[in-house]
C-alpha cells in the first residue's frame, strides 16, 4: 500500500480526523507522548526526523539535476529506508529516472506534491509510482480524495466465469454512468447483484449505425446493483450522483479513479445473467440491449443480447461474503 504522509503544520486540527480516516504518518512541529502508535515527522535542517513506531532520519533532497538524483542514489545505498525528494518545475522525467535508477535498492522514495491530482499522478509513474507522497490536505474533502488514492488496489485479478444462464426478467429500472474521463477500449466497470462476485461492464466507447459513441458512458445495470468502489467497499448503482468517485477497470485488471458526472435512471427492458468461477456464482442483471457488452479474456466483446450459456466473460471474485452498508462484515449472509 502506498504511503501519504500528511504535512499538518499549521493545521493541525485535521490531526484527529485524519486518523479516524486511518491516516498514521504526519509532519508535525513536534511529537507528542500520546502519538507512539504514529508516525510523527519532525523537521530538522537536512530534512526530518521519525518519531513513533518507526523512529529514525529521514533525509529531504531537492531533485533539480541529474547529479542530485546520484545524491539520493547515494543515500539508498548507504542504508537509509526513506528519502523525501522535492522536484522543480521538472518533475516526471526525474522522477521516472529516479523510479529505474532505485529498482532493486530497498529504499522508499516519498515526493512533495501539490495536492490530490499531483499525488495521483506521482504514484502511478512509470505504472509503479513513487512509494508514497507527502501533501498538505487543505480541508477534510482532499483528506477522503487521498483515502481513495491510496486504498485504491493498482490492480485486480479477474478471472473467466462460465455463464450458465441468460434469460429475461422484464421491465425495471437501470443506471447509465457518466464520468467526467473517456474510456479505453477494454474499460468498464465492476457490477454484480452479490458481494461475492462482479462482472466486468464494459463501457460505450463502440458505436454502430444505429448509435454513437459514448466512451464516457458504462450502462452498468439495474438500480439495485453493486459497485466496487475505489476504496473496497461497495455501493448501489441507485445512490451515485454528480462527483462520486468510481472505480474504473480494464480487462487486465488495471485501476484508476475517476469521478461520475452524471447519472441516468431509465426504465428498460432487463436480462439476468448467472455465471460461476472459483466455486462461487454470481449474478447481474442489465439492460437487454445492443449496447451492454460483456468482455472476454481475450478482448473480445459480447453484447448481453448475443450472451449465452457456455460463454466465459470476465469477473472479479471477491473474498468479502458479507456487506453491511457497503463495507465488508464477517458473517453468515446468503444471497441468491
Known amino acids: 500500500m502506498k504511503k501519504v504522509v500528511l504535512n499538518l503544520i499549521g493545521r493541525e486540527g485535521l490531526l484527529s480526523k485524519a486518523v479516524q480516516m486511518g491516516f498514521d504518518s504526519f509532519i508535525l512541529e513536534k511529537a507528542g507522548e500520546d502519538q507512539k502508535n504514529l508516525n510523527i515527522y519532525t523537521p530538522e535542517k537536512t530534512g526530518y526526523v521519525r518519531h513513533g513506531l518507526k523512529p529514525g532520519q529521514v533525509p529531504r533532497l531537492m531533485v533539480k539535476t541529474p547529479e542530485d538524483l546520484n545524491t539520493v542514489v547515494e543515500y539508498a545505498r548507504k542504508g537509509c529506508d526513506e528519502v523525501v525528494i522535492a ?37 502511478n509513474i512509470l505504472e509503479r509510482g513513487v512509494d508514497g507522497v507527502v501533501v498538505t490536505p487543505r480541508s477534510e474533502q482532499e483528506l477522503a480524495l487521498l483515502q481513495e488514492l491510496v486504498r485504491k488496489p493498482s490492480k485486480l485479478p479477474l478471472v473467466e466465469a462460465l455463464v450458465e444462464e441468460v434469460r429475461d426478467v422484464g421491465v425495471g429500472d437501470r443506471a447509465c454512468i457518466d464520468t467526467v474521463s473517456m474510456l479505453e477500449l477494454g474499460e468498464g466497470l465492476l457490477v454484480g447483484s452479490m458481494s461475492t462476485m462482479f462482472f466486468l461492464i464494459h463501457n460505450e466507447s463502440i458505436g454502430s449505425s444505429f448509435t454513437s459513441p459514448r466512451p464516457f458512458r458504462v450502462n452498468a445495470g439495474a438500480v439495485h446493483s453493486y459497485i466496487l468502489m475505489p476504496n473496497g467497499q461497495t455501493r448501489y448503482l441507485s445512490e451515485l450522483e454528480a462527483g462520486t468517485r468510481v472505480l474504473i477497470v480494464s480487462r487486465t485488471g488495471d485501476t484508476r479513479i475517476t469521478s461520475v458526472g452524471r447519472v441516468k435512471i431509465e426504465r428498460r427492458p432487463m436480462r439476468l445473467v448467472r455465471a460461476s468461477a472459483d466455486g462461487v456464482t454470481g449474478a447481474v442483471t442489465v439492460q437487454n440491449a445492443e449496447t451492454i457488452r460483456f468482455i472476454t479474456a481475450r478482448g473480445d466483446l459480447i453484447p448481453v443480447t448475443e450472451l449465452k450459456k457456455g460463454d466465459r466473460i470476465l469477473a472479479y471474485v471477491s473474498e468479502v461474503r458479507g456487506r453491511h452498508f457497503g463495507m465488508a462484515v464477517d458473517e453468515t449472509v446468503v444471497e441468491k
Open 87 to 123: 522536484t522543480a518545475d521538472w518533475k516526471i522525467i526525474p522522477t521516472e529516472n529516479l523510479i529505474a535508477m532505485l529498482r532493486g535498492v530497498d529504499c522508499a522514495v516519498l515526493a512533495e506534491v501539490g495536492g490530490v491530482v499531483e499525488a495521483e499522478l506521482f504514484l
